[in-house]
């Protein structure tokens, strides 16, 4: 696949303590399309759930796990069945190893039906994932604002993350920082995110 743009300058978003680089739209428009409309009828997509101090929480948004093999695992005391790649998923991971350098062996996918959808703080720095893993996260549909929030100091940072566009986590962010997608009234359209990760065993 050729990317979109050759002449890709990455900024890094964190001003401390962590390194994200956003490399914004690396699909076409008509390829990001292809892709958002390819997803949304393709994959098997499933309200998230999780067991928070014993109770049974069902989210709106709407998730799916897809790697290199087919496999269980637990979170939020809930086990979830990963699926093997899709065709398109995996020409995406490829897309996303190529620019980044790093590879990967699943990917989280979170379908956010409108603003009212979002993330809440949060740092994925589950045992699983390993201690400075990258993630990469590419977006599809609606532009939606992210946040990056530093433990500490409480700084805050904000960016859109625009349609076909990719952003990585590397180095010491997940220790440092949290990141949200805040909910938002102004969008009315859907949005799908693939954290493509390394889950180590
Ligand atoms: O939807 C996004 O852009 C972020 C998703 C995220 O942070 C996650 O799945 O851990
Ligand atoms: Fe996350």
């Known amino acids: 696949m ?25 699909l076409s428009p008509k390829e990001a399309n292809f892709y958002l409309n390819c997803l949304l009828a393709t994959i098997a997509w499933k309200n998230d759930e999780a067991i928070i101090f014993g109770k049974h929480i069902i989210t709106k948004r709407k998730v799916a796990w897809y790697g290199d093999a087919e496999y269980q695992y637990t979170y939020s005391n809930i086990t979830k069945q990963a ?9 995406l991971k490829h897309l996303v190893e190529q620019l980044t350098g790093n590879t990967f062996n699943s990917c989280l996918l979170n379908l956010y039906h409108n603003g009212e959808e979002g993330m809440a703080w949060h740092s994925d720095d589950e045992k699983s994932l390993g201690r400075n893993t990258s993630i990469a996260s590419l977006s599809l ?6 946040g990056f929030k530093h433990k500490k100091t409480k700084q805050t940072t904000w960016l859109m993350l625009e349609h076909g566009s990719v952003l990585v986590m590397k180095g010491t962010t997940q220790s440092n920082w949290l990141h949200s997608l805040p909910k938002t009234k102004k969008v009315n359209e859907p949005r799908v995110n693939l954290t493509f990760r390394t889950i180590v065993t």
């Not at 050729?2 to 690396?26: A, M």
């Open 141 to 146: 549909g609606a532009e939606r604002k992210f």
């Open 2 to 26: 050729d990317l979109f743009n050759p002449d890709i300058r990455v900024v890094n978003v964190l001003p401390s303590d962590g390194i994200v680089h956003y490399f914004g739209p690396v």
């Open 83 to 91: 699926f093997r790649w899709t065709k398109e998923l995996l020409a």
